[in-house]
């Protein structure tokens, strides 16, 4: 297996003042395990970014901090700033190569499905990674998936069909469908989708042209005269006079 090597300084710095840190390049970082006592630590933006692209969250990165041993560990998940998306916090997870893990690994999507390319069929892919328990030595950096042999819409490709290392058990259900296709809509159904939003608008239109000639009329009825609302106030009984 391919040895991931990154450096790290221990840090001193906490909270808000991290922003100095950043400023210069660096990344804050801890990392913790299973009865180890937390490390606080920063590491070089530049050397981070080109170890996360190899390892992501599950290659073994050994993780040398000044003289000390290296330390082997996962990395999880960065937190990235919302608007650069450039690593702004790390955890180092270390582990024993004695104990199993539980943990992610990537699928890796390859080849050229003839269903799609013939056909026109619509690649649906239900997940992008799966799960796995295994000893720390066993894990790979992804898992491919060769969706060259999905020929029909019937075809698809089950958990239970990958091509799984020796030592790696996999937790997700074996009959769950990572890959399948479905056919393109026909014209009819095509028409069917379009349809309705046609119908909305010409009720919308409608709907307008009504409420303007109601407006409209409103607006022509004449408003009654003021010497035919006295008329008709003349004309009421007169109230008797109470004692």
């Not at 005269?225 to 109230?239: F, R, T």
Request: glycine share 2%; hydrophobic share 35%; charged share 35%.
């Amino acid at each position: 297996m391919e040895t991931i090597l990154l450096k790290a300084e221990p840090r001193e710095i906490f909270g808000k003042k991290v922003k100095s840190l950043r400023e210069k390049g660096q990344i804050p970082a801890v990392l913790y395990g299973h009865k180890i006592k937390p490390l606080h630590l920063s590491i070089n933006k530049s050397d981070f970014e080109k170890v996360y692209k190899t390892a992501g969250v599950s290659s073994l990165v050994d993780i040398k901090i000044k003289n000390e041993q290296a330390k082997k560990v996962l990395i999880h998940e960065p937190q990235t700033n919302p608007i650069t998306s450039e690593p702004i916090h790390v955890d180092f997870y270390q582990v024993k190569m004695t104990e199993k893990i539980t943990t992610e690994i990537p699928l890796k999507f390859i080849g050229e499905a003839p269903v799609v390319k013939e056909q026109e069929g619509v690649l649906i892919t239900n997940r992008d990674s799966i799960e796995v328990q295994c000893l720390p030595d066993a894990l790979v950096h992804e898992i491919e998936v060769d969706i060259s042999n999905l020929k029909t819409f019937e075809d698809d490709i089950k958990i239970a069909n990958l091509n799984i290392s020796e030592g790696i058990e996999v937790l997700n259900d074996p009959e769950e469908v990572v890959v399948s296709i479905t056919p393109p809509r026909s014209e009819e159904e095509l028409a069917e989708l379009e349809a309705p939003a046609e119908e909305k608008v010409e009720e919308v239109e409608e709907v307008e042209k009504k409420e303007e000639e109601e407006e409209s009329i409103e607006e022509e009825k004449p408003t009654e005269e003021p010497e035919k609302i006295l008329e008709s106030k003349a004309q009421e009984p007169e109230k008797p006079k109470e004692e």
